[in-house]
Protein backbone atom coordinates (compact mmCIF):
# COMPACT_ATOMS: atom_id res chain seq x y z
CA UNK A 1 0.00 0.00 0.00
CA UNK A 2 0.77 3.52 -0.35
CA UNK A 3 0.68 4.63 3.64
CA UNK A 4 -1.98 6.56 2.90
CA UNK A 5 -5.27 7.37 4.62
CA UNK A 6 -8.08 4.68 3.56
CA UNK A 7 -10.33 7.14 2.40
CA UNK A 8 -7.45 8.94 0.31
CA UNK A 9 -6.64 5.58 -1.61
CA UNK A 10 -10.38 5.03 -2.20
CA UNK A 11 -10.66 8.52 -4.19
CA UNK A 12 -7.90 7.47 -6.32
CA UNK A 13 -8.95 3.96 -6.85
CA UNK A 14 -12.33 5.86 -8.47
CA UNK A 15 -10.70 9.03 -10.25
CA UNK A 16 -8.27 5.89 -12.06
CA UNK A 17 -11.49 4.13 -12.98
CA UNK A 18 -12.13 4.55 -17.04
CA UNK A 19 -14.39 7.39 -17.98
CA UNK A 20 -17.35 5.49 -20.30
CA UNK A 21 -18.36 7.86 -22.87
CA UNK A 22 -21.92 8.68 -23.76
CA UNK A 23 -21.78 9.16 -27.40
CA UNK A 24 -24.97 10.38 -27.57
CA UNK A 25 -24.16 13.32 -25.01
CA UNK A 26 -21.51 14.36 -26.86
CA UNK A 27 -22.95 14.30 -30.38
CA UNK A 28 -25.55 16.86 -29.04
CA UNK A 29 -22.81 18.93 -27.36
CA UNK A 30 -21.08 19.04 -30.73
CA UNK A 31 -23.95 20.19 -32.52
CA UNK A 32 -24.42 22.91 -29.93
CA UNK A 33 -21.05 24.32 -30.27
CA UNK A 34 -21.25 24.25 -34.12
CA UNK A 35 -24.52 26.28 -33.67
CA UNK A 36 -23.07 29.09 -31.74
CA UNK A 37 -21.81 32.37 -33.75
CA UNK A 38 -18.41 31.64 -35.33
CA UNK A 39 -15.87 34.66 -33.76
CA UNK A 40 -16.60 38.14 -36.20
CA UNK A 41 -13.07 39.60 -38.07
CA UNK A 42 -11.70 41.86 -36.08
CA UNK A 43 -12.75 45.64 -37.42
CA UNK A 44 -11.16 49.32 -36.66
CA UNK A 45 -12.69 50.16 -33.74
CA UNK A 46 -11.88 46.65 -32.10
CA UNK A 47 -8.40 47.60 -32.47
CA UNK A 48 -8.78 50.98 -30.88
CA UNK A 49 -10.20 49.26 -28.12
CA UNK A 50 -7.48 46.84 -27.35
CA UNK A 51 -5.28 49.60 -27.57
CA UNK A 52 -7.08 51.81 -25.04
CA UNK A 53 -7.51 48.68 -22.94
CA UNK A 54 -3.92 48.48 -23.06
CA UNK A 55 -3.25 51.81 -22.04
CA UNK A 56 -5.58 52.50 -19.15
CA UNK A 57 -4.72 48.71 -17.96
CA UNK A 58 -2.97 49.29 -14.59
CA UNK A 59 0.51 47.46 -14.43
CA UNK A 60 3.18 46.93 -11.94
CA UNK A 61 6.53 48.39 -12.97
CA UNK A 62 9.90 47.93 -11.19
CA UNK A 63 12.40 50.69 -11.41
CA UNK A 64 15.56 51.26 -9.70
CA UNK A 65 16.09 54.51 -7.58
CA UNK A 66 19.15 55.44 -10.36
CA UNK A 67 16.72 55.01 -13.12
CA UNK A 68 14.34 57.93 -11.60
CA UNK A 69 17.03 59.99 -10.56
CA UNK A 70 18.44 59.91 -14.32
CA UNK A 71 15.09 60.65 -15.37
CA UNK A 72 14.38 63.63 -13.17
CA UNK A 73 17.42 64.83 -14.16
CA UNK A 74 16.73 64.60 -17.80
CA UNK A 75 13.31 66.58 -17.08
CA UNK A 76 14.96 69.17 -15.24
CA UNK A 77 18.12 69.84 -17.85
CA UNK A 78 15.41 69.70 -20.41
CA UNK A 79 12.90 72.54 -18.98
CA UNK A 80 16.11 74.79 -18.11
CA UNK A 81 17.30 74.57 -21.79
CA UNK A 82 13.50 75.31 -22.82
CA UNK A 83 13.72 78.44 -20.17
CA UNK A 84 16.98 79.55 -21.25
CA UNK A 85 15.62 79.39 -25.40
CA UNK A 86 12.61 81.23 -24.49
CA UNK A 87 14.65 84.12 -22.87
CA UNK A 88 17.71 84.51 -24.59
CA UNK A 89 17.90 87.74 -26.03
CA UNK A 90 15.97 87.84 -29.54
CA UNK A 91 17.98 89.89 -31.77
CA UNK A 92 15.80 90.28 -34.81
CA UNK A 93 18.33 92.30 -37.00
CA UNK A 94 21.54 91.12 -36.03
CA UNK A 95 24.23 92.83 -36.52
CA UNK A 96 25.23 93.33 -40.05
CA UNK A 97 22.25 91.70 -41.45
CA UNK A 98 20.17 95.28 -39.75
CA UNK A 99 20.90 96.45 -43.71
CA UNK A 100 19.49 93.74 -45.55
CA UNK A 101 16.26 93.17 -43.12
CA UNK A 102 15.54 96.51 -41.67
CA UNK A 103 14.67 99.75 -43.57
CA UNK A 104 18.04 101.42 -43.75
CA UNK A 105 19.54 105.04 -46.08
CA UNK A 106 21.80 103.16 -48.52
CA UNK A 107 24.76 103.73 -48.51
CA UNK A 108 27.08 105.54 -51.10
CA UNK A 109 28.19 102.09 -52.88
CA UNK A 110 25.10 100.71 -52.64
CA UNK A 111 23.30 103.94 -54.48
CA UNK A 112 26.01 103.04 -57.25
CA UNK A 113 25.37 99.71 -57.73
CA UNK A 114 21.93 100.53 -57.74
CA UNK A 115 21.99 103.50 -60.21
CA UNK A 116 19.15 105.11 -58.49
CA UNK A 117 18.60 108.60 -59.91
CA UNK A 118 18.08 111.11 -57.08
CA UNK A 119 18.30 115.09 -56.77
CA UNK A 120 20.81 117.08 -55.31
CA UNK A 121 20.30 116.72 -51.53
CA UNK A 122 18.41 113.69 -51.16
CA UNK A 123 19.39 109.79 -49.70
CA UNK A 124 17.84 107.04 -50.96
CA UNK A 125 15.82 105.12 -48.40
CA UNK A 126 15.71 100.94 -48.73
CA UNK A 127 11.93 100.64 -46.62
CA UNK A 128 12.01 97.14 -46.07
CA UNK A 129 9.43 94.94 -44.31
CA UNK A 130 9.44 91.09 -43.69
CA UNK A 131 5.54 90.01 -43.79
CA UNK A 132 4.93 86.25 -44.95
CA UNK A 133 2.30 85.56 -46.79
CA UNK A 134 1.20 89.04 -47.38
CA UNK A 135 -0.23 89.50 -50.65
CA UNK A 136 0.22 93.44 -50.89
CA UNK A 137 2.30 96.05 -48.90
CA UNK A 138 3.23 99.81 -49.28
CA UNK A 139 5.06 102.66 -47.11
CA UNK A 140 2.25 105.60 -46.31
CA UNK A 141 3.67 108.56 -45.33
CA UNK A 142 4.87 112.55 -44.91
CA UNK A 143 7.03 111.48 -48.56
CA UNK A 144 3.99 110.44 -50.26
CA UNK A 145 1.30 112.75 -48.85
CA UNK A 146 0.01 109.61 -47.27
CA UNK A 147 -1.40 108.34 -50.39
CA UNK A 148 -1.79 104.33 -49.85
CA UNK A 149 -1.71 103.33 -53.05
CA UNK A 150 1.66 105.21 -53.71
CA UNK A 151 4.64 103.56 -53.20
CA UNK A 152 3.86 99.46 -53.20
CA UNK A 153 6.80 97.64 -52.36
CA UNK A 154 7.87 94.32 -53.96
CA UNK A 155 8.47 90.99 -52.62
CA UNK A 156 11.94 89.50 -52.75
CA UNK A 157 11.75 86.15 -54.13
CA UNK A 158 8.60 83.84 -51.46
CA UNK A 159 11.15 84.55 -48.14
CA UNK A 160 8.44 87.08 -47.39
CA UNK A 161 10.60 90.30 -47.55
CA UNK A 162 9.48 92.96 -48.64
CA UNK A 163 11.00 96.02 -49.93
CA UNK A 164 11.10 99.93 -52.48
CA UNK A 165 13.96 102.17 -52.53
CA UNK A 166 12.86 105.88 -52.26
CA UNK A 167 14.48 109.22 -52.83
CA UNK A 168 13.85 111.40 -49.43
CA UNK A 169 14.75 114.79 -49.12
CA UNK A 170 17.28 115.20 -45.86
CA UNK A 171 14.76 116.03 -42.50
CA UNK A 172 11.96 113.74 -40.48
CA UNK A 173 9.55 111.64 -42.05
CA UNK A 174 7.01 109.76 -40.92
CA UNK A 175 5.52 107.22 -42.09
CA UNK A 176 3.99 103.29 -41.75
CA UNK A 177 3.49 100.16 -43.69
CA UNK A 178 -0.05 99.08 -44.91
CA UNK A 179 -0.80 95.38 -45.34
CA UNK A 180 -3.17 93.96 -47.70
CA UNK A 181 -5.10 97.30 -47.70
CA UNK A 182 -5.89 96.25 -43.86
CA UNK A 183 -3.25 96.41 -41.38
CA UNK A 184 -1.67 99.31 -40.55
CA UNK A 185 2.05 98.54 -39.19
CA UNK A 186 5.06 100.68 -38.04
CA UNK A 187 8.29 99.89 -39.14
CA UNK A 188 9.67 97.55 -36.92
CA UNK A 189 13.32 98.63 -37.93
CA UNK A 190 12.84 102.66 -36.78
CA UNK A 191 11.94 104.29 -34.25
CA UNK A 192 8.63 104.97 -32.89
CA UNK A 193 6.47 108.21 -32.87
CA UNK A 194 4.42 108.49 -30.17
CA UNK A 195 0.80 107.24 -30.42
CA UNK A 196 -0.87 109.69 -32.35
CA UNK A 197 -4.11 112.05 -32.53
CA UNK A 198 -5.50 109.24 -34.53
CA UNK A 199 -4.74 106.19 -32.39
CA UNK A 200 -2.16 104.79 -34.44
CA UNK A 201 1.50 104.13 -34.22
CA UNK A 202 3.73 105.97 -36.51
CA UNK A 203 7.44 105.25 -37.50
CA UNK A 204 10.04 108.04 -37.79
CA UNK A 205 12.86 108.32 -40.56
CA UNK A 206 15.27 110.91 -39.69
CA UNK A 207 17.66 111.40 -42.67
CA UNK A 208 21.05 113.67 -41.94
CA UNK A 209 21.00 117.04 -44.31
CA UNK B 1 -9.75 89.14 -41.71
CA UNK B 2 -12.75 87.09 -43.39
CA UNK B 3 -11.36 86.69 -46.76
CA UNK B 4 -7.73 85.35 -45.62
CA UNK B 5 -8.09 84.40 -42.81
CA UNK B 6 -4.73 82.16 -42.40
CA UNK B 7 -2.79 85.30 -43.47
CA UNK B 8 -4.27 87.53 -41.08
CA UNK B 9 -3.55 85.20 -38.31
CA UNK B 10 0.03 84.81 -39.96
CA UNK B 11 0.68 88.39 -39.53
CA UNK B 12 -0.88 88.78 -36.43
CA UNK B 13 1.14 86.04 -34.99
CA UNK B 14 4.79 87.75 -36.75
CA UNK B 15 3.92 91.55 -35.97
CA UNK B 16 3.07 89.71 -32.38
CA UNK B 17 6.41 88.54 -32.26
CA UNK B 18 7.94 91.80 -33.13
CA UNK B 19 6.07 93.13 -30.81
CA UNK B 20 4.09 95.62 -32.69
CA UNK B 21 -0.12 95.63 -32.87
CA UNK B 22 -1.11 96.17 -36.35
CA UNK B 23 -4.16 98.29 -36.35
CA UNK B 24 -6.86 97.59 -39.11
CA UNK B 25 -6.99 100.42 -41.47
CA UNK B 26 -9.74 102.10 -42.69
CA UNK B 27 -10.96 103.76 -45.80
CA UNK B 28 -9.36 107.04 -46.62
CA UNK B 29 -11.82 110.03 -47.83
CA UNK B 30 -11.23 113.31 -49.08
CA UNK B 31 -10.59 116.47 -46.67
CA UNK B 32 -14.11 118.14 -46.26
CA UNK B 33 -14.05 121.50 -47.35
CA UNK B 34 -14.34 123.20 -44.05
CA UNK B 35 -11.61 120.87 -42.78
CA UNK B 36 -9.36 122.13 -46.06
CA UNK B 37 -10.28 125.96 -45.07
CA UNK B 38 -8.94 125.41 -41.41
CA UNK B 39 -5.96 123.55 -42.41
CA UNK B 40 -5.49 126.53 -44.81
CA UNK B 41 -5.59 129.32 -42.03
CA UNK B 42 -3.38 127.50 -39.49
CA UNK B 43 -0.84 127.08 -42.58
CA UNK B 44 -0.77 131.02 -42.65
CA UNK B 45 -0.51 131.24 -39.05
CA UNK B 46 2.14 128.92 -39.01
CA UNK B 47 4.38 130.44 -41.68
CA UNK B 48 3.80 133.79 -40.31
CA UNK B 49 5.30 132.62 -36.68
CA UNK B 50 8.17 130.53 -38.84
CA UNK B 51 6.96 127.24 -38.05
CA UNK B 52 7.44 124.19 -40.78
CA UNK B 53 3.37 124.95 -42.55
CA UNK B 54 3.84 121.69 -44.16
CA UNK B 55 3.99 119.14 -41.53
CA UNK B 56 -0.04 120.64 -40.88
CA UNK B 57 -1.62 119.41 -43.99
CA UNK B 58 0.60 116.41 -43.94
CA UNK B 59 -1.08 115.48 -40.69
CA UNK B 60 -4.61 116.37 -42.14
CA UNK B 61 -3.63 113.80 -44.98
CA UNK B 62 -2.85 111.13 -42.55
CA UNK B 63 -6.03 111.70 -40.61
CA UNK B 64 -7.92 111.42 -43.94
CA UNK B 65 -5.97 108.27 -45.07
CA UNK B 66 -6.51 106.47 -41.66
CA UNK B 67 -10.23 107.41 -41.81
CA UNK B 68 -10.33 109.86 -38.79
CA UNK B 69 -13.38 112.04 -39.01
CA UNK B 70 -13.05 116.31 -39.83
CA UNK B 71 -13.59 117.19 -36.50
CA UNK B 72 -10.82 115.02 -35.59
CA UNK B 73 -8.52 116.16 -38.41
CA UNK B 74 -9.24 119.83 -37.42
CA UNK B 75 -8.08 119.39 -33.68
CA UNK B 76 -5.05 117.25 -34.42
CA UNK B 77 -3.87 119.95 -36.48
CA UNK B 78 -4.63 122.52 -34.42
CA UNK B 79 -2.74 120.50 -31.33
CA UNK B 80 -0.03 119.98 -33.71
CA UNK B 81 0.18 123.85 -34.26
CA UNK B 82 0.33 124.15 -30.38
CA UNK B 83 2.85 121.57 -29.70
CA UNK B 84 5.16 123.08 -32.51
CA UNK B 85 4.78 126.60 -31.07
CA UNK B 86 5.59 124.97 -27.83
CA UNK B 87 8.30 123.48 -29.67
CA UNK B 88 9.87 126.87 -30.71
CA UNK B 89 9.30 128.79 -27.36
CA UNK B 90 11.88 126.08 -25.65
CA UNK B 91 14.20 125.94 -28.43
CA UNK B 92 14.04 129.65 -30.39
CA UNK B 93 14.47 130.93 -33.13
CA UNK B 94 17.21 129.23 -34.63
CA UNK B 95 16.06 125.80 -34.37
CA UNK B 96 15.79 123.97 -37.52
CA UNK B 97 12.09 122.41 -38.86
CA UNK B 98 12.87 119.02 -38.27
CA UNK B 99 14.13 120.05 -34.44
CA UNK B 100 10.37 121.34 -34.23
CA UNK B 101 8.64 118.62 -36.05
CA UNK B 102 10.88 116.40 -33.44
CA UNK B 103 10.57 118.30 -30.57
CA UNK B 104 6.71 118.77 -31.12
CA UNK B 105 6.82 114.70 -31.15
CA UNK B 106 7.97 114.81 -27.82
CA UNK B 107 6.12 116.84 -26.09
CA UNK B 108 3.13 114.98 -27.54
CA UNK B 109 5.05 111.65 -25.76
CA UNK B 110 5.34 113.48 -22.75
CA UNK B 111 8.33 115.89 -22.30
CA UNK B 112 7.30 118.85 -21.50
CA UNK B 113 9.38 122.37 -22.19
CA UNK B 114 11.60 122.37 -19.59
CA UNK B 115 13.01 118.92 -20.84
CA UNK B 116 13.69 120.31 -24.39
CA UNK B 117 15.15 123.61 -23.18
CA UNK B 118 17.39 121.81 -20.80
CA UNK B 119 18.46 119.66 -24.50
CA UNK B 120 18.80 123.02 -25.62
CA UNK B 121 21.22 123.67 -23.09
CA UNK B 122 23.25 120.35 -23.44
CA UNK B 123 23.47 121.34 -27.70
CA UNK B 124 25.15 124.47 -26.67
CA UNK B 125 27.40 122.56 -23.75
CA UNK B 126 28.05 120.14 -26.75
CA UNK B 127 29.26 123.46 -29.13
CA UNK B 128 31.25 125.10 -26.92
CA UNK B 129 33.20 121.97 -26.62
CA UNK B 130 33.25 121.67 -30.51
CA UNK B 131 32.75 124.89 -32.35
CA UNK B 132 32.57 122.62 -35.65
CA UNK B 133 29.81 120.43 -34.56
CA UNK B 134 26.39 121.55 -36.34
CA UNK B 135 24.45 118.21 -34.92
CA UNK B 136 21.05 119.51 -34.46
CA UNK B 137 18.80 117.91 -31.87
CA UNK B 138 16.49 115.94 -34.07
CA UNK B 139 17.94 112.63 -33.07
CA UNK B 140 17.72 113.16 -29.76
CA UNK B 141 14.15 114.11 -29.96
CA UNK B 142 13.12 111.48 -31.77
CA UNK B 143 15.12 108.80 -29.51
CA UNK B 144 13.63 110.49 -26.64
CA UNK B 145 9.93 110.04 -27.86
CA UNK B 146 10.95 106.06 -28.90
CA UNK B 147 11.86 105.38 -25.26
CA UNK B 148 9.34 106.87 -24.01
CA UNK B 149 6.87 105.30 -26.17
CA UNK B 150 8.80 101.61 -25.06
CA UNK B 151 7.71 102.62 -21.53
CA UNK B 152 10.57 104.16 -19.99
CA UNK B 153 9.60 106.78 -18.00
CA UNK B 154 9.42 110.69 -18.73
CA UNK B 155 11.87 111.63 -16.24
CA UNK B 156 14.49 109.08 -17.13
CA UNK B 157 14.51 108.82 -20.90
CA UNK B 158 14.91 112.90 -20.79
CA UNK B 159 17.68 112.19 -18.32
CA UNK B 160 19.60 109.56 -20.81
CA UNK B 161 18.85 111.46 -23.88
CA UNK B 162 20.62 114.89 -21.95
CA UNK B 163 23.34 112.73 -21.17
CA UNK B 164 24.19 111.30 -24.29
CA UNK B 165 23.73 114.79 -25.66
CA UNK B 166 26.33 116.38 -23.28
CA UNK B 167 28.60 113.43 -24.26
CA UNK B 168 28.37 114.74 -27.65
CA UNK B 169 27.30 111.06 -29.09
CA UNK B 170 26.47 111.14 -32.42
CA UNK B 171 23.88 110.24 -34.76
CA UNK B 172 24.45 106.75 -35.88
CA UNK B 173 25.45 105.96 -32.19
CA UNK B 174 22.21 107.52 -30.40
CA UNK B 175 20.34 105.45 -32.82
CA UNK B 176 22.24 101.95 -32.57
CA UNK B 177 21.63 103.33 -28.96
CA UNK B 178 17.83 102.93 -29.11
CA UNK B 179 18.30 100.03 -31.11
CA UNK B 180 19.91 98.19 -28.66
CA UNK B 181 17.46 99.43 -26.13
CA UNK B 182 14.83 98.45 -27.93
CA UNK B 183 16.34 94.79 -28.37
CA UNK B 184 16.88 95.15 -24.55
CA UNK B 185 13.03 95.76 -23.92
CA UNK B 186 11.81 92.68 -26.02
CA UNK B 187 14.21 90.42 -24.22
CA UNK B 188 12.47 91.40 -20.82
CA UNK B 189 14.51 94.02 -19.80
CA UNK B 190 13.21 96.64 -17.36
CA UNK B 191 12.80 99.59 -20.14
CA UNK B 192 14.22 102.76 -17.65
CA UNK B 193 17.18 99.95 -16.50
CA UNK B 194 17.97 99.29 -20.47
CA UNK B 195 18.13 102.62 -21.41
CA UNK B 196 20.45 103.99 -18.40
CA UNK B 197 22.57 101.04 -18.51
CA UNK B 198 23.49 101.47 -22.50
CA UNK B 199 23.30 105.18 -21.85
CA UNK B 200 26.20 105.35 -19.47
CA UNK B 201 28.23 102.88 -21.98
CA UNK B 202 28.27 106.39 -24.13
CA UNK B 203 28.14 108.57 -21.63
CA UNK B 204 29.81 107.77 -18.87
CA UNK B 205 29.08 110.96 -16.36
CA UNK B 206 25.58 109.90 -15.79
CA UNK B 207 24.73 108.61 -12.61
CA UNK B 208 24.41 104.32 -12.40
CA UNK B 209 21.25 103.28 -12.36
CA UNK B 210 19.20 104.11 -9.11
CA UNK B 211 21.33 106.78 -8.65
CA UNK B 212 19.98 109.44 -10.28
CA UNK B 213 20.07 113.13 -8.97
CA UNK B 214 17.46 114.42 -7.20
CA UNK B 215 15.04 116.74 -8.79
CA UNK B 216 15.48 120.85 -7.51
CA UNK B 217 12.56 122.21 -6.39
CA UNK B 218 10.33 123.95 -9.04
CA UNK B 219 12.58 121.45 -11.56
CA UNK B 220 10.15 120.45 -13.58
CA UNK B 221 11.82 117.48 -15.41
Known sequence: MSGNE???????????????????????????????????????????????????????????????TVCALIVVAGAIAVGRLMTRPHEPFPGGALSKYGTHVVGRDEAVRLAHATKPGESLVNFVLIAPGASRVTVIGDFNNWDAGATPLQQESESGLWTVIVPLPAGRHEYAFLVDGEWWLPDPSAPRAPKDDFDRVNSIMLIEG | MCRRPLTSLLLCCIFAVLGLSPCRAQPGKPLGDETLEAVSLMMDSARAESLPAETLMQKALEGSTKGATDQKIREAVRALLNRLRLAKKALGSDATPPELTTAAGAIYAGVDTSGIRRLKE????????????????????????????????????????????????????IFEFRRLVEQDIRSGAVPAESAYRRARRLAPSLPPFGREPARQPGDSR
Open chain 1, 6 to 68: PWFDDLIGELKKPVTENARAKAKIMEKVREMPSRRPARRGDTLLTFLEWLVRGRTVTVSPLAV
Open chain 2, 122 to 173: AQAVRKTGDPSNDQTLAAEFVVLADLISRNVPVDTASQVVIGLAEANVGFAE
